[in-house]
């Protein structure tokens, strides 16, 4: 699968945002840097490109690759390419979505409404179920939990519709039924589309909304505004009946239930509900499975996707969704017969023009990694200073997974590291340094023991270099010069009773200087020999105690 996600690093912060919102457990891989910053990738292969962390991701380091560069410049070579357009165009623009579409069609391109492939969509389904073709279903129309289920639930596969989605329904309708031949680019709020049409190789471009009003603003082209009431356009082919209603949630549940109003229906919607709900189905036996499952990745369903970049609010769109709903309505009533009871003339159409098995398609199952045994998991516990079950369960979701299991386990896939753990973090705090404490302690003592004989050897200098002043006139000056450095180093030693590497340094060339000073004595005078001895001694046993103490600043500075 070709990077959909993508994450700019230099804006990644390591709040594990996008791992918490993520539905995917194997998607993001968090990585600490040599500079101590926590980046979280994203594993492409893993990922289902449901959009969830980057409406999640504050920072503006996640964002998402789509088609829309690619198709415009299809556009502009007068390529001509067909333009599907997704019925959520109307909840995000509703006063500019028939102007987008005038825009296209200035450029040669062909308009197709996907609420008229969501029709065939309906009428696929309620044939099936009619002829007992399939048995209890989860719809598919959404490309998020289509991925999630062939990635993470592959024994729901054989619930999944075998049915194609709205808009592949749409497509297949004009390969096989139009002959059409021209390329193919959809029109969405949509990021995981992309995944499908790579699977199903129908679609040749994806463009999303966000990509396309950026290119808009980019190139200077200004849409021209429309009614807000009207929801009535001239596509190239018929608009869409009651499948105008598919991107909201529910909608494919209303459009059967129009049809078949005893059909047993439940629904799920948003990232943090509807993937927990789908691990529930899959326990459960499959006498106790509605005859339809219908479920969307996003909270408002395909109105408010990960790219709609729409200033509507939810709402709005509500009240937008409910207008479209009754003029398809309307001009189902207008158009109906008594053709099979209450079917319209386009169920009719369907029955006598298309074929069933034409808008069949199938999945590509993956091998589930493997899950972790209580062996495995138990170093990764040790790791994390996890040693009791209570800590085991504190579920702080701090590293954005919802229990310390699901952490652990990413930490045993190589997903995660132990330093993202905040109460793991917490306690090398509260222990000064965690497993390298003992080290650190070390230290510290070894340099207040070193910093004790400092101060006494400094102090058996000093006391040579007053009887030497005493005794020898000849070095009267330069011995006021040593003592008063010495006096600076028993001063120096005394403020810094615990020294780190820059303190040792800097009484290294204290100790420097007063051994250039020392050098500048008269060797040759009796009466200093005994107290130039005692100092050489005492100086000797200084360098011997820096470099004890540099050796082991550098040893815990290494590991």
């Known amino acids: 699968m070709n990077e959909i996600i993508i994450v700019k690093p230099e804006k990644c912060v390591g709040c594990n945002a996008c791992v918490r919102s993520c539905p995917a457990p194997e998607a993001n891989i968090t990585r600490k840097l040599s500079d101590g910053r926590f980046i979280t990738s994203v594993d492409p292969e893993r990922c289902i490109a449901c959009g969830a962390c980057i409406n999640a991701c504050s920072h503006g380091a996640r964002d998402y690759i789509d088609d829309t560069e690619d198709a415009m410049n299809a556009v502009l070579r007068d390529e001509k390419p067909i333009i599907m357009v997704m019925p959520e165009i109307k909840a995000a623009y509703p006063t500019k979505w028939k102007g987008i579409l005038d825009w296209f069609r200035s450029k040669g391109c062909v308009l197709y409404d996907v609420s008229f492939g ?10 099936a179920l009619e002829n007992n073709q399939i048995g209890n279903i989860i719809t598919q129309p959404c490309s998020a939990i289509v991925r999630y289920i062939e990635l993470y639930q592959p024994k729901l596969l054989t619930n999944l519709s075998p049915i194609h989605s709205p808009v592949s329904c749409c497509v297949k309708y004009i390969k096989e039924y139009q002959r059409r031949d021209n390329p193919i680019a959809v029109l969405s709020a949509c990021i995981a589309k992309k995944t499908e049409f790579a699977e199903t190789g129908l679609v040749d471009f994806s463009i999303t909304f966000r990509k396309m009003m950026e290119y808009f603003d980019r190139n200077d082209i200004r849409i021209a505004a429309n009614p807000v009431d009207d929801y009535e356009y001239k596509f190239d082919d018929v608009q869409g009946a009651l499948g105008s209603i598919y991107s909201r949630p529910g909608g494919m549940r209303d459009n059967l239930l129009a049809h078949a109003p005893d059909l047993a229906i439940a629904t799920s919607e948003g990232t943090q509900k509807v993937y927990r709900d789908l691990e529930m189905y899959a326990k459960m036996p499959e006498q106790k499975h509605p005859q339809v499952y219908d479920v969307m990745s ?12 729409s200033d509507q609010n939810a709402f709005d769109m509500m009240l937008v969704m409910r207008d479209v709903e009754q003029e398809a309505r309307e001009r189902r009533k207008t158009s109906t017969s008594m053709f099979r009871g209450t079917e319209d003339k386009l169920f009719r159409r369907f029955d006598e023009e298309l074929n069933f098995n034409d808008f069949i398609r199938s999945y590509k199952p993956c091998k589930p990694s493997v899950v972790p045994s209580e062996a495995q998991l138990e170093p990764i516990f040790q790791s994390l200073g996890k040693e009791t079950e209570a800590q085991r369960c504190l579920d702080c979701n701090a590293c954005g997974y919802h229990t310390c299991r699901e952490m652990a386990t990413a930490i045993f896939r ?14 090398v705090m509260a222990n000064g340094g965690g497993a390298g404490s003992a080290d650190f302690s070390g230290v510290a003592g070894d340099c207040k023991q070193i910093s004790e004989q400092l101060q006494q050897t400094a102090g058996e200098i000093s006391e040579s270099l007053e009887s030497i002043e005493a005794s020898a006139s000849a070095t009267g000056e330069r011995a006021v010069m040593v003592n008063d450095l010495l006096r600076n180093v028993v001063a120096f030693c005394n403020g810094n009773p615990v020294m780190d590497e820059d303190s040792v340094k800097q009484l290294t060339g204290i100790l420097e200087t007063t051994i250039s000073a020392l050098g500048a004595f008269d060797e040759n005078v009796s009466e200093t020999n005994k107290s130039s001895e005692v100092i050489g001694s005492s100086i000797e046993r200084m360098r011997g105690m820096l470099d004890s103490l540099n050796d082991s600043i550098a040893k815990i500075s290494a590991k």
């Open 118 to 127: 969501a029709d065939i969509c309906t009428w696929a389904h309620l044939r």
């Open 298 to 309: 996003c909270e408002f369903g395909c109105n408010m996707g990960p790219a709609s970049d």
């Open 414 to 427: 190589g997903l995660n590291t132990p330093d993202n753990c905040l109460v793991h973090a917490k306690t």
